[in-house]
């Protein structure tokens, strides 16, 4: 079956613009999450959802961080004012339900901030 | 602070069997321990998970003491392709404290 899918792959904005990231989980996969990477360094957690609802979001960096998932699949994550410092991967990854459970990363958004 | 302490590169040649030990000394009762594998420009990809003594599947196996402070990641006879950087997480419930990634371990595989 289909894995997470993310569009788009590459984004260049510049610096204060708005922009959106989309995520598409692995069907019927009620856990989604959002990380952040930079050059050489690990995955850093953004936010979780479990279902419709942001389970924790403690990882979001500032205010002008948001996401949403409205249905309980596809899920945005909304940056504005973008900053030169917001760029890196984004990365989503969801995962069947409950604690523990494997998660199925997307291939990433490269977003860089010019 | 991370939970997890992991070497930070390894070199091994091809047809050779590769230990990446994860040192995680507040491990909690609930926790398991999680191996992901990630290639340039691609994200992570699961490889294995445990709970205590040992675990094998296609690709590795997960050794894991019975204190459980630390576990080893073990690839038998690596090729080029397994040339990726390896990550170790701990964790149970999900909350965002436990999805921390560390800097994970650059495995180079020369030929």
């Known amino acids: 079956g289909a894995g997470v899918s993310q569009t788009p792959s590459n984004k260049v904005t510049e610096k204060g613009k708005y922009v959106e990231l989309r995520c598409d989980p692995i069907?019927?996969?009620?856990?989604l999450y959002w990380y952040r990477q930079s050059l050489g360094q690990g995955p850093e957690f953004l936010i979780y959802f479990q279902g419709t609802g942001a389970a924790d979001d403690s990882g979001l960096p500032n205010d002008r961080f948001f996401a949403v998932r409205p249905e309980g699949s596809v899920s945005t994550l909304k940056i504005q004012r973008t900053e030169r410092g917001d760029s890196a991967v984004y990365l989503c990854?969801?995962?069947?339900?409950?604690?523990?459970?494997?998660?199925?990363f997307g291939p990433g958004t490269r977003l860089t901030v010019l | 602070l991370a939970k997890t302490t992991q070497p930070i590169s390894m070199d091994s040649y091809e047809g050779q069997e590769v230990n990446i030990t994860c040192s995680h000394n507040n491990i909690a009762t609930n926790d398991y321990i999680t191996w992901y594998q990630q290639f340039p420009s691609q994200g992570p990809r699961f490889i294995i998970q445990g709970y205590k003594t040992k675990v094998t599947n296609e690709v590795a196996s997960l050794f894991i003491p019975a204190d459980r402070k630390s576990s080893t990641l073990s690839l038998p006879r690596v090729s080029l392709s397994d040339t990726a950087v390896y990550y170790c997480?701990?964790?149970?419930?999900?909350?965002?404290?436990?999805?921390?990634f560390g800097p994970g371990t650059r495995l180079s595989v020369l030929p």
């Open positions: 997480l701990v964790g149970a419930d999900n909350y965002g404290q436990n999805f921390v």
């Open positions: 069907s019927g996969h009620t856990a």
């Open positions: 990854a969801s995962s069947n339900s409950g604690a523990g459970d494997t998660q199925y």
